[in-house]
């Protein structure tokens, strides 16, 4: 840790906690999940840089979607994402969740994965190799430090097209708003 | 003064603790062969924990976990660390069996507001572990009474400074092999770990918490870690006179702890209290027997 | 033992078209009235499975077929011989226009499955099938995805390319 570090820990010490600890929840939808059991363990070690796999959403902060989003799923990723607390951050694993990939003509397969929830980043590339995860959390670390990663921000604000998106495509949702409309007034 | 004291003592305790979260995970990755994250990696931890937005599920569920976190806290008063010994005149051992069940407590009236069926196994889990560990706890707390003739610590760790660690001397060895057993046990550390379970339960009590909420869980886990093993370390390996011995004390017994941690699989619910009701138990008892007999 | 069996079936239903395609595998082409007699006096045989019901659109011919995966797992090999070893594929062709036909769960419990899974898929009505909800999807679509005049790259840019980006929503708006 050198002095330019320490004075960053002292002016604002959640940012740069929430950079070198990123909680991780995996949703493995398809088959980015193989590419995860070599990250967090011996032969890549993602522990070095902070990132640790945690069982719920209530206690991650980086949200990880490995794989391509049916319709089905779409439910389930929105639950996770509206779950976590903030501030988090999303980051698509794969060209599946980026553009639909090699399913993108598919009558159940969700193309652009943006337009439902925000995501801070992609990882592109089918499969991406370990190395990738990690070139994705260092550039993670200077969007948290510019504060590009404003993701729950951007969710937060544009509320109302998000869930008519996620309305248009799954029909009426069972949940209520994450953030009424009277809230915010 | 003993306010002071007192506050010496938690900021230490915290200290020791929060080190050993550290210290275990670095451990345990070396013996991964992995390079492991940085030993300051928990204090980071808990700082993005507190700057984090956390969701309650109401009144009681904030109290549980405040009460949880207190109830380790106030243990470390009674619990004395070199010289500093604020509260251990009165009360002894006694009460730390009392508030020994407050952890337990507090974190099973946080998750029954969050209505989580993960929660409710990993409490009811917790509660029959405790059941298991408390009877052979208890005839440890015995065994060591009725050697030295008195419920304060204080005095124990004197008289051990006299004598023989009680760890040494033949009558306490067995309780002191049946308290090294069920230590694992007392921590929630790998053979017992099924009370979190993150793979089977998604993390039990603790998975709704996020936040501030997870921050103040991994506090009071290092409070308890600090007296389950300080706990140790006065009863059977004779306390110490400066807090630097103490400190040494503890690392040999908490290193020991990663090693059974790292290496053992996990027990299911009922092969733990098989395991404990039977072997600690056993010790304990016979321990119990050979102290009545030679004193 | 195959040609027995299909002496067999052949004596009771002189209607079904039998064929051995090779030694474990046995086709039973019957008619659309037959099928629940024939299943019911399959399982009376001994093929007690129902491991597969699967549909196949033949779109030309303007008619679903369906196909009924008939296994046998006998405890008394003695008994029944080899029989155990081969497959029946039990195959009835119904109309394309009028997708209707009879629930075979009265038989076998457990194409109640299949039989949803085929409903959503292929848009065949089972009669007698109690509920008939949806099992894979989510969305409801005007021709089941499944079928051959489906046609997923038109729906895809119908549907998911039309759905705005939020960014592009909140540009247009304002």
């Keep these: 840790m050198d002095r330019n570090q320490l004075t960053k820990w002292i002016k604002s010490p959640g940012n740069m906690g929430h950079k070198y600890s990123l909680d991780v929840v995996y949703f493995c939808t398809g088959c ?12 890549w070690d993602a522990e070095r840089f902070g990132v640790k796999p945690v069982a719920t959403p209530r206690q991650a902060n980086l949200f990880l979607i490995t794989g391509y989003v049916s319709v089905k799923t779409l439910k389930a990723v929105i639950r996770t994402y509206e779950q976590m607390q903030e501030p988090k951050f999303a980051v698509g694993f794969g060209s599946c969740p980026i553009n639909g990939g090699m399913y993108w003509d598919s009558y159940n397969t969700v193309n652009h994965l943006d337009k439902y929830i925000p995501i801070d980043g992609w990882i592109a590339g089918c499969m991406p190799r370990p190395e990738a995860i990690f070139i994705a959390v260092t550039h993670l670390w200077t969007l948290i430090d510019k504060e590009i990663a404003d993701g729950y921000k951007r969710y937060r604000d544009k509320y109302k097209y998000y869930r008519a998106n996620q309305e248009k495509v799954l029909g009426e949702l069972e949940w209520p708003p994450l953030f009424p409309e009277d809230d915010k007034k | 003064m003993i306010v002071l004291e007192m506050l010496i003592l938690v900021i230490l305790a915290l200290a020791i603790g929060v080190f050993f979260l550290g210290l275990s995970r670095k451990i345990m990755s070396r013996i991964h062969w992995r390079y492991g994250p940085p030993i300051t990696q928990p204090i980071i931890d808990i700082i993005k924990l507190f700057n984090q937005d956390s969701v309650s599920h109401g009144s009681l569920f904030n109290f549980g ?7 380790s806290i106030v243990m470390v008063f009674f619990l004395p660390m070199g010289a500093m010994c604020p509260m251990s005149s009165s009360g002894g051992m006694l009460v730390i069996l009392y508030i020994m069940l407050l952890g337990p407590l507090g974190l099973a009236l946080s998750g029954g507001e969050a209505a989580n069926p993960n929660i409710s196994i990993g409490i009811s889990r917790k509660f029959i572990l405790a059941l298991s560990y408390e009877v052979p706890l208890l005839l440890i707390f015995l065994a060591v009474m009725t050697h030295y003739g008195t419920i304060s610590i204080v005095e124990i760790v004197k008289i051990q400074s006299a004598n023989l660690w009680s760890f040494a001397s033949l009558p306490l060895l067995l309780s002191g092999i049946a308290y090294l057993l069920i230590l694992p046990a007392l921590l929630g550390e790998r053979p017992f ?18 936040g501030k909420f997870l921050a103040l869980a991994t506090l009071q886990h290092a409070f308890h870690t600090f007296v389950g093993i300080s706990l140790f370390v006065n009863l059977f390996l004779g306390g110490a006179s400066n807090p630097g011995y103490f400190f040494l004390k503890m690392l040999v017994v908490f290193i020991l702890l990663i090693f059974v941690n790292a290496v053992f699989p996990r027990f299911r619910i009922d092969q733990a209290i098989k395991y404990l009701w039977k072997w600690p138990t056993l010790l304990a008892f016979i321990g119990l027997i050979i102290v009545v007999i030679v004193d | 033992m195959n040609q027995e069996l299909k002496k067999k079936i052949n004596s009771s239903f002189p209607s ?12 039973i082409e019957v008619n659309r009235d037959a099928i629940i007699s024939v299943l019911s006096f399959l399982k009376n045989m001994g093929y007690e499975h129902l491991s597969m019901v699967s549909c196949v659109d033949w779109i030309k011919e303007d008619e679903f077929e369906l196909i009924y995966f008939l296994n046998a797992y006998m405890e008394n090999d003695e008994e029944y011989g080899e029989i155990e070893k081969s497959t029946i594929l039990l195959k009835t062709m119904i109309s394309r226009k009028e997708a209707k036909y009879i629930t075979a769960i009265g038989i076998f419990a457990s194409a109640e499955p299949y039989e949803r899974e085929i409903h959503e898929l292929f848009g065949i009505y089972f009669e007698g099938h109690p509920r008939l909800t949806h099992l ?21 840019k119908e549907f998911y390319e039309e759905i705005p980006f939020v960014e592009d929503r909140e540009e247009g708006k304002e």
Excluded: W
């Design chain 1, 32 to 43: 980015g999940i193989i590419e995860i059991p070599p990250s967090i363990t011996a032969r």
């Design chain 2, 193 to 210: 770990e099924l009370i979190k379970a993150p793979q089977e339960i998604s993390s039990g009590p603790m998975a709704e918490y996020g």
């Design chain 2, 65 to 71: 976990i405040i009460l949880s976190l207190a109830g």
């Design chain 3, 16 to 27: 079904a078209k039998i064929s051995l395609p090779n030694e474990s595998r046995v086709v």
């Design chain 3, 136 to 156: 894979l999807l989510e969305r409801d679509y005007e021709i089941p995805p499944f079928r051959k005049d489906f046609d997923t790259r038109k729906y895809v």
